[in-house]
């Protein structure tokens, strides 16, 4: 047994045919949540498959507790308007009441559920996610294809260590993830729009296989490649490795055959691709190690591994059994970590750094705004969760990028940098939820109604909105943070009447601000 295989220790796996709420699998989650303790979630919400991932991780080793996996081809439930069918919807809402059954009880707080590339196209994805949550009993959050990118090289690099410059590929059901990366660093991520799933349904339609639809299926994904072959040229890198399913499946196709150990060759590739041809289709074809849920996806997953060899100079790669599920529950301890410590400096941390350099924040400013924006929101909420309040510090921090673009109207510069940028360490759902308190900075609240009728959210973008307008002539105009308060949905701002004598133009502008939340009905403003 290989060191990698003693640190993930046992598998606990479905494939395909889900076991019932009512089977012993499905039954095994422990009844209370203390039960718990040290336990850490993943759920990938994949194009092809869902997976869930249980481990532990104790002084920097990996320990797996479970792996369930389903065939749920939600990626192949797209029509031809860009919408998830009621078909692929209801496979995966059952899938997350399975799971959801494994983890009666998990504290929140110990679970991460992340979905890729399909529903970050889906059209009806908002409408799938609601449902979903609601079945899962947890969040979901949609993470961009550079951090699935981040994720999936977290976790090879950890239970993989190496010390040199390596290629990690990762082939899902609609998008494919390249990384260049030395030690635990990522160099260079990215995602592109190509997957076993989208790519058999374009060029083999039915499971029909020939010579000519494999090559244009390789020249297809090779266009996808082609603007990424000097950025991730060989000479940068000293070994590939192949993450996920298409990876996993084609080297045990060619250990079963005797055609390799393991390792993924291009005579490897040639050789399973003629199996392909010669069977004239996925049905017909018979070899040793291929499961049936792998049929319908094998030929896009071939192409997309001809390419990549062909395009970046792949002489061999060699499949790891680490992935997006094991990078999440890393990603998830150094939260729970930072969160513990409140003062670790995490991915995100850093990003929201190099945002700051990158977009010439005025940093005295944002730290200002910062400072008072979460004295007034800890005065408001209660015990205020530490993701939420540091949310309102990250767009404290950001508040002001849309600067680089124009000073006019900057707020909404702003907002839409932070809702479509690449932030390392973020999900594209986070950053949403940031960029609407961002957006909500400053003037008319009827854009962010929606946001408002969230009570906490509505404190967030209140204790911003004041953070500016008492910082707004780029100075403190108060020495200490003003007293608030906040009884059922009406705050409550107290000020020294000193001050407000001195500062007719403060006293304007938050009389113009309690008007403002006087018009949206939910929250209101009071002046003391």
């Known amino acids: 047994m290989s060191a990698h295989d003693t640190v993930l220790g046992q598998d606990s796996v479905f494939d395909g045919a889900v076991p019932p709420l009512s089977s012993p699998m499905a039954q095994a989650a422990p009844a209370h949540g203390t039960h718990w303790r040290g336990v850490l979630a993943a759920i990938d919400i994949g194009s092809n498959s869902f997976r869930l991932e249980l481990a532990q991780i104790r002084e920097g080793e990996y320990r797996r507790i479970a792996y369930l996996k389903d065939m749920v081809r939600l990626g192949g439930g797209i029509d031809s308007q860009g919408r998830l069918s009621p078909e692929a919807v ?41 449902r979903a949550e609601q079945v899962l009993g947890y969040p979901i959050e949609v993470i961009s294809g550079r951090e699935e990118a981040r994720l999936i090289y977290a976790g090879v690099s950890r239970l993989e260590p190496a010390q040199h410059a390596r290629l990690v590929v990762d082939i899902g059901g609609r998008s494919t993830e390249l990384i260049l990366g ?9 995602s592109f729009q190509v997957g076993s799933v989208s790519l058999s349904e374009r060029f083999f339609p039915d499971g029909r296989c020939t010579e000519l639809a494999f090559r244009q299926a390789q020249t297809a994904a090779g266009a996808e490649f082609e603007e990424a072959v000097q950025a991730f040229s060989h000479e940068r890198w000293t070994d590939a ?51 049936d849920e792998r049929r319908a996806v094998l030929p896009g997953g071939l192409a997309i591994l001809a390419a990549l060899f062909a395009e970046f100079g792949i002489a061999e ?43 010439q924040v005025d940093l ?11 004295a007034l929101f800890d005065q408001l909420v209660v015990e205020p969760p530490f993701e939420a309040r540091q949310e309102l510090a990250w767009a404290a921090d950001l508040h002001e990028i849309g600067m680089s673009v124009s000073h006019h109207d900057h707020h909404r510069h702003s907002a839409y940098l932070l809702a479509h940028i690449d932030a390392p360490g973020f999900s594209q759902s986070q950053q949403r939820r940031i960029a609407d308190v961002v ?19 509505a404190v967030q ?16 105009l108060l020495e200490a943070p003003p007293h608030i308060t906040l009884s059922g949905s009406v705050a409550t701002l107290t000020l020294d009447p000193a001050w407000a004598a001195a500062n007719p133009r403060g006293m304007y502008l938050l009389r113009e601000e309690a008007q403002a939340w006087a018009r949206t009905g939910d929250l209101t403003l009071q002046l003391g």
């Open 364 to 374: 005295q400013q944002a730290r200002r705004v910062q400072v008072l924006a979460l």
């Open 317 to 359: 790669l060699r499949p790891t059994r680490a992935a997006l599920r094991q990078g999440v529950v890393f990603d998830l301890a150094e939260r729970i970590r930072a969160e513990r410590e409140h003062n670790s400096q995490g991915w995100r941390d850093d990003t929201v750094a190099d945002l700051q350099q990158r977009f």
């Open 241 to 291: 490795l192949g993450s996920s399913g298409t990876a996993s499946a084609v080297s045990q196709l060619l250990a079963a055959n005797g055609r390799s150990d393991g390792d993924i060759t291009p005579d490897g590739l040639r050789w399973c691709i003629r199996q392909c041809v010669a069977a004239g289709s996925v049905q017909a074809l018979s070899l040793e190690g291929l499961r």
């Open 439 to 457: 957006l909500g900075q400053r003037g008319g609240l009827r854009k962010i109604e929606a946001l408002l009728a969230q009570p906490r959210r």
């Open 90 to 130: 209801g496979r995966g809402l059952a899938c997350l009441a399975r799971f959801r059954q494994r983890l009666g009880g998990l504290p929140a707080v110990q679970l991460r559920a992340v979905a890729t590339q399909t529903l970050r196209e889906a059209r009806n994805r908002d409408d799938f996610l609601a």
């Open 182 to 190: 030395h030690g635990q660093t990522p160099r260079l991520a990215e």
């Open 461 to 476: 973008v209140l204790a911003l909105r004041l953070a500016v307008l008492f910082c707004h002539a780029r100075c403190v």
